[in-house]
């Protein structure tokens, strides 16, 4: 079973950045697709930028709420999805995990907290 270290929250002022790291401990280059997912307080988990590798061309996908601010990324090498968080809200405050969406889904790791002040 692919164990998921999520890594890199914190907390930041809207507007601020911050980069997410999803460390797997096994190989993801075969993997697709590898996504985000935030839960916020009292809410349920969602589903926020999905990555799809084919051959040396990456295909992302966002929710409409990040789209424009967020990219997702892969480093299939290093196990390891990205996250990048540009222009943030205190709506984006949430605990952010990565997975594989679907009847494949591993594990859920620890999450990363992040958190965003107004």
């Known amino acids: 079973q692919v164990q998921l270290v999520e890594s890199g929250g914190g907390l930041v002022q809207a507007g601020g950045s911050l980069r997410l790291s999803c460390v797997a401990s096994a190989s993801i280059g075969g993997i697709n697709p590898m996504a985000w997912y935030r839960q916020a307080p009292g809410k349920e988990r969602e589903l926020v930028a999905v990555i799809t590798s084919r051959g040396s061309t990456n295909y992302a996908d966002y929710a409409d709420s990040v789209k424009g601010r967020f990219t997702i990324s892969r480093d299939n090498a290093k196990n390891t999805v990205y996250l990048q968080m540009n222009s943030l809200k205190p709506e984006d405050t949430a605990v952010y995990y990565c997975?594989?969406?679907?009847?494949?889904?591993?594990?859920w790791g620890q999450g990363t907290q992040v958190t965003v002040s107004s």
């Open positions: 997975n594989t969406p679907g009847r494949g889904a591993f594990s």
